[in-house]
């Protein structure tokens, strides 16, 4: 689902098939990244998929991705309590390190899962609904289970920590009450601000992601949004769903309406306007309707002298590989 196309073990891994004809110029088509309209038309293909999927599906992977992104603040979380002496003198490297370790990795799971994540739902979904391949009451549908099964995802995730005293160390208490009151601390225009800067990178981790035919090219594209977006401080919702839980239960002073009204509010209008506008519209006024129209016909002109080309290497017999009896 995000950030993965319909590929086989073969395509994932980088392997290629074992069949003689196979050829070195099919083999790194084959492998190479995805041209950017054909990811927009992947992209909108996801969105037809995930509106023509069972309600429960969705449920059950988008609290999967609430869980797996509260993974990745917990590590953040503690990366940076158990590292003080970083923070003092070298803060940069100290604000690096924590976004390098934790958010990354859970973005990659949620993408090698096929997990639903909100963020990038909002993307996938309305670049669906202008292309035509996906409803609008199915996008709807779609970002009201994902978020919500992301909430409880991440509020599950926080109180398993808690009750495995994950962060027992008054350091790490004192960080996860620090990082949810900076959270709610913010103004509502800075965090909407912070949000839309945030989803823009997630979404475009999520493209690169599917972008490319192997784990490796995916977990590369993920890793520089991502680390970029937690160090300059943006804003996600399903992260701060789970970290401002996780402040909560180490002892932070903060309200249902200031976890809400003063952060969840703010940063999801945010990182919808981020997906909506500066990746799916954006990419939509660059390759779908009349532009994706006009980059179609060329691709077909492309296959066909690719298919040309592709026909006479595999037709070609090197007189170096010649059997010698042959040759007699």
Not at 92 to 112: D, E, Q, S, Y
Not at 139 to 150: E, G, I, K
Not at 252 to 275: E, H, R
């Amino acid at each position: 689902r995000d950030g993965s196309s319909d590929l086989g073990p073969g395509d994932l891994f980088g392997e290629a098939p074992a069949s003689p004809l196979f050829s070195r110029a099919s083999h790194e088509r084959a492998m190479a990244a995805l041209a950017p309209p054909k990811v927009f038309d992947e992209i909108c293909q996801v969105a037809a998929k995930k509106a023509a999927q069972p309600s429960l599906v969705t449920v059950v992977l988008g609290f999967s991705a609430g869980a797996l992104i509260g993974i990745g603040g917990l590590l953040m979380t503690a990366v940076g309590a158990n590292s003080p002496e970083v923070l003092t003198s070298n803060p940069g490297l100290h604000a690096f390190l924590k976004g390098a370790v934790g958010i990354p990795a859970a973005i990659t799971l949620v993408v090698l899962t096929g997990a639903e994540l909100f963020t990038s739902n909002a993307f996938t979904m309305l670049a669906g609904l202008l292309q035509g391949t996906a409803p609008a009451l199915e996008l709807v549908r779609n970002w009201s289970l994902s978020y919500t099964a992301n909430f409880v995802g991440a509020v599950f995730l926080a109180w398993l920590s808690h009750s495995a005293h994950t962060l027992a160390t008054e350091p790490a208490l004192k960080a996860a009450q620090d990082i949810a009151l900076h959270k709610i601390s913010l103004p509502f225009g800075t965090l909407v601000a912070k949000g839309i800067m945030c989803n823009w990178l997630v979404c475009l981790a999520i493209w690169g992601a599917l972008a490319s035919p192997s784990v490796s090219g995916k977990v590369l594209a993920i890793f520089w949004p991502i680390t970029a977006f937690v160090t300059l401080d943006f804003q996600h919702c399903v992260a701060n769903m789970f970290l401002i839980a996780q402040g909560i239960l180490a002892g932070a002073d903060i309200s249902a309406g200031q976890f809400l009204i003063g952060n969840l509010v703010p940063v999801t209008l945010g990182n919808i306007i981020g997906a909506t506008v500066f990746v799916a519209g954006i990419h939509y006024l660059a390759f779908g309707g009349l532009a994706g129209k006009e980059q179609e016909s060329d691709d077909k002109n492309s296959d066909a002298d690719n298919s040309v080309q592709e026909n006479c290497s595999d037709n070609f017999v090197d007189p170096r590989r010649t059997n010698f009896a042959d040759a007699h």
